[in-house]
């Protein structure tokens, strides 16, 4: 259910080893319901489809990893090159995702699968307590297996209950403009060659001080300028993520880069960031939950993945479901094994390793004190004003004299080495 | 820079509108609450607050599902659209 990454790579997957797959997909096509920021990282693509790099419609590889501290006017970047990015394994992809996804639906086909695009179920087809099929566009369609992809708002996953709605606490919102300029004012602007691309990532004023970052990716033609909030925070603070994107637009840092272009598209979307602590129960007799239905997402601070865990869970999925062909058992018990796998994958080792990440990214101290804080000592640094310098420490030592002190400071530290 | 409203943004995107509503909300319950954070949380301003009452229109849903999610009150009865309704990302 829902031809999204992990859709399809379950769906490419069971096609492969000759099962009779159904993908079904309630968007006009695969991708019409989908946007994120930008980025695929990691080698479950190239492992699934190995000549990605020539087929597929990626926008750009990532050749520049960006993250800036912001204050209102400041900005202090780090980043990050290495010739390894260019490489053929490329690390990161500049994906968009209607664009992505109907070619990955278009590649599940090929192997065989049927993708039933502007369907969707109504409901789950159920044979005593076992999952059974699904009901949709009218007509009962049975299944040895039903496995729900069908993101984060998974009303399968709640159907079949393994799970409850996210909790706004949980979640993350997303919005998001496509901004169109010519190919060679991107490569200037951002001094990029051919299939060059950035990920640009920005923590700070941004956010108005709550949970969440900015974003900036560079498209072929185009930026995906956003902003990512937590939806709770949003709701207290009674702010909109848009005043806050309007705000980042702003930025002197952000307003260059952006100047001249033409919106085309704006979109909204929500992530379920607090990986493990919310992840539901993934398996019961007939069905399974991959990818964001089932909050595999993984947030560091300094990295915000999703799809590859959403590949790797549809993977995962499809060997559980070809075991459990072969020993004609699709119990609870026979589907167990999903989670086994997952277990020995990166997918639960990540998230089980972030466990605490979620939380200690809850707290403000990282969104404007300590950008406020960099960009203050970045200025003692690197203004020259006439009057005799301290050393580097002395410098530090006056930021944080102004702006924190040191009892605000250790604990974040003691908190963040055990969580990122 | 002047800032574009969310209309005029939403005014480019591609929608197939279905005449089925697929958005609900209980008014007594609305009009009982302080808070509104449908106004907030909603990134397309599918909610509005007009003399005390909360309106809603849902042509400019993006389905993003935060307006159910935020709303504790259990006000708003939020479902997907049709399939091949709502909207259309030409991006994403």
């Known amino acids: 259910m829902g031809a999204g990454p992990a859709g399809c790579a379950c769906g490419y997957k069971l096609a492969q080893a000759g099962l009779q797959t159904l993908v079904v997909e309630r968007g006009k096509f695969a991708g019409a319901k989908n946007m994120w920021g930008g980025a695929f990282y990691g080698p479950e693509l190239l492992k699934l489809f190995p000549n990605f790099c020539e087929e597929a419609p990626f926008e750009r590889y990532v050749t520049r990893q960006r993250i800036s501290f912001l204050t209102d006017e400041d900005c202090l970047s780090l980043e990050f090159t290495t010739p390894k990015f260019s490489q053929p394994s490329h690390n990161g992809f500049i994906i968009l995702r209607s664009k992505f996804d109907r070619w990955l639906a278009d590649k599940v086909q090929e192997a065989g699968a049927i993708v039933a695009a502007g369907l969707g179920a109504d409901d789950l087809l159920w044979n005593e307590n076992r999952v059974a099929g699904i009901k949709a566009g009218g007509d009962e369609l049975p299944a040895s297996v039903v496995v729900a992809c069908d993101g984060v708002n998974s009303v399968l996953a709640q159907k079949a209950g393994l799970r409850e709605e996210f909790s706004p606490e949980d979640i993350k919102q997303g919005v998001k403009e496509i901004i169109e300029f010519p190919r060679e004012t991107i490569e200037q602007r951002f001094n990029l060659t051919g299939d060059e691309g950035m990920s640009w990532a920005f923590v700070g004023s941004c956010t108005e001080g709550l949970p969440g970052g900015g974003f900036i990716y560079t498209n072929k033609d185009s930026l995906s300028i956003g902003v990512v909030a937590q939806l709770n925070a949003l709701a207290e603070r009674k702010i909109q993520a848009n005043d806050l994107l309007e705000e980042f637009k702003t930025h002197p840092e952000v307003a260059k880069v952006i100047k001249g272009g033409k919106l085309v598209e704006y979109s909204g979307h929500l992530i379920p960031v607090s990986g493990i602590n919310m992840m539901p129960k993934l398996y019961s007799d007939g069905f399974l939950v991959a990818g964001d239905a089932a909050a595999m997402v993984l947030g560091t601070g300094l990295i915000l993945e999703g799809a590859n865990f959403a590949i790797a869970s549809g993977i995962a999925a499809a060997q559980t479901i070809i075991r459990a062909k072969q020993e004609d058992d699709f119990s609870e018990e026979s589907l167990s094994y999903y989670k086994r796998l997952l277990e020995d994958s990166f997918v639960l080792k990540d998230l089980k390793t972030f466990k605490k990440a979620p939380h200690f990214l809850e707290n403000p101290h990282i969104y404007n004190l300590y950008p406020d804080l960099a960009c203050d000592l970045a200025q003692r640094i690197f203004i020259s004003d006439g009057q005799p310098r301290g050393t580097t420490w002395n410098l530090f030592k006056r930021s944080l004299e102004d702006k924190a002190s040191l009892w605000q400071i250790v604990p974040d530290l003691i908190r963040g080495k055990g969580a990122i | ?92």
Request: with cysteine; net charge negative.
């Open chain 2, 1 to 92: 820079m002047s800032t574009i409203s969310i209309e005029d943004k939403l005014s480019v995107n591609k929608f197939d509108i279905d005449k089925d509503v697929h958005i609900k909300i209980n008014e007594d319950i609305c009009k009982s609450c302080q808070e509104h954070v449908c106004l907030y949380v909603c990134p397309a301003n599918c909610y509005k607050l007009s003399e005390g009452h909360i309106t809603f229109s849902y042509e400019g849903c993006l389905e993003c599902g935060s307006c159910h999610i935020a709303c504790d009150k259990g006000a708003i009865d939020w479902t997907l659209p049709r399939p091949g309704f709502g909207i259309c990302y030409q991006y994403g």
